[in-house]
């Protein structure tokens, strides 16, 4: 790089510095679906054995698919889904985010895009309308539809997984011929059960489970995607083994795909040609936890005040009625709407709350954050 080791550099340097360590920046994007996609040949064979009766004019067959964060269980849905669409004409595939979607219209205006291309007028067609549109549509075509709901739990908390399960697979009890399916994907194996209490009978799903991937294979992975994402000699192996350290410690793959985004980051700052250690260092105080990261910022801004209300409140255990009076000082909302709010956090686990044994009828709780203050400050700062 011509001004490696430059002490000061301007800012239109910076802006004008054209070289760089990344082959290919959007490999390190956190919906990258990559080329190479190992250790998953088991469930990739389960979710086609799922789809295969579909393309033979059968029903798909439902599946749960389960596993913890960043174990591929989205990747291996989009390849899946991709695969299908190329192979045949027949089934149609829809991947839904439930964390974007939780609505029962929102889900089927996505299905209904999906299908004729345009989303729905928001306003002034009933929902029956679009039901409809798509149900005759599949009849008519004889086309089957399988729907992903990744991150179904978030339609527990809205209440709408029963409903929306219910339209999709009881479908062919009024429009004749119509099959479909629905994989729905969990990322909290607390969920399972939950699963099993909430939702009816129509949804009689296959299990597949995606294990934690192990330390050597983290290694792979993120070596696969340093391959890809950067130049050749930009990171050796030896860091390559830190930041593996780093991801084994937090369980989560996501973090390590960002560390080496981070760090490349940092060395193209430093015009360096390389990433070193100290870049490491720096990426690592500056990284905060991804899927946290990713939770928080789906939250709507009561539900970060209530964080900040417990932030507010510092370490130690506080009572519900006196995190009431700083969310209260901060939004002016209603009793009723910060319990709505606490058991909305408390179900994504964000926080959890204890029965203290006093209060009215013994129902005074303490309110525990899940995480440490320091983490979720740097997620709702970011
Ligand atoms: N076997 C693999 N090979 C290469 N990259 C992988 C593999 N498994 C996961 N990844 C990468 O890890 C990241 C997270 O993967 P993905 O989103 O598929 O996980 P997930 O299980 O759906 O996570 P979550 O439950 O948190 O939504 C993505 O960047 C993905 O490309």
Do not use: W
């Not at 209440?159 to 339209?167: G, I, S």
């Not at 400050?377 to 970011?382: G, P």
Request: include cysteine; glycine fraction near 6%.
């Amino acid at each position: 790089m011509k001004d490696r080791g430059a002490e000061k550099r301007s800012v239109r340097d910076i802006l004008l510095h054209d070289e760089t360590v990344f082959r290919d920046i959007n490999v390190f994007d956190p919906d990258y679906v990559p080329e190479n996609y190992r250790y998953r040949e088991s469930q990739m064979e389960a979710l086609a054995v799922c789809i295969r009766p579909a393309l033979r004019n059968g029903r798909p067959v439902n599946a749960v698919v389960l596993g913890s964060c960043a174990t591929g269980k989205t990747t291996a849905i989009k390849k899946i889904f991709e695969m299908v669409e190329s192979t045949s004409e027949n089934v149609i595939c829809c991947y839904i985010n439930c964390q974007l979607h939780t609505t029962r219209f929102g889900i089927f205006s996505q299905i209904y895009s999906r299908i004729f291309g345009h989303q729905p007028p928001e306003t002034g067609v009933p929902f029956s309308r679009i039901y409809q549109s798509i149900m005759q549509y599949l009849a008519k075509e004889n086309k089957a539809l399988v729907v992903a709901l990744d991150d179904v739990n978030y339609l527990f908390y809205s209440k709408n997984a029963n409903k929306v399960l219910y339209d999709i697979l009881r479908a062919h009890e009024v429009f004749d011929g119509v099959r479909t399916g629905v994989f729905a994907i969990l990322s909290d194996i607390e969920f399972r059960y939950v699963l099993d209490k909430n939702v009816n009978s129509v949804f009689i799903p296959q299990e597949i489970v995606f294990p934690p991937y192990t330390r050597e294979e983290i290694f792979n992975i993120l070596r696969d995607r340093v391959r890809v994402g950067f130049y050749p000699g930009v990171i050796p192996d030896e860091l390559i083994e830190r930041i593996t350290d780093h991801t084994v410690n937090t369980g989560d793959l996501r973090y390590g795909i960002d560390l080496l985004r981070v760090c490349g980051n940092l060395a193209e700052a430093d015009a360096s040609p390389e990433i070193t250690r100290r870049h490491l260092e720096m990426a690592v105080k500056k990284t905060g936890p991804v899927t946290l990261m990713h939770t928080v910022k789906t939250l709507n801004e009561q539900e970060k005040e209530f964080l900040r209300s417990v932030m507010d409140a510092g370490d130690g255990d506080i009572t519900a009625g006196a995190l009431y009076k700083i969310f209260q000082g901060r939004t002016g909302a209603s009793y009723s709407s910060f319990n709505r709010t606490m058991e909305k956090l408390e179900f994504l686990r964000l926080i959890d709350t204890r029965l203290t044994g006093k209060g009215v009828r013994g129902k005074s709780r303490i309110v525990i954050l899940r995480f440490s203050l320091h983490e979720l400050e740097r997620c709702l700062n970011s």
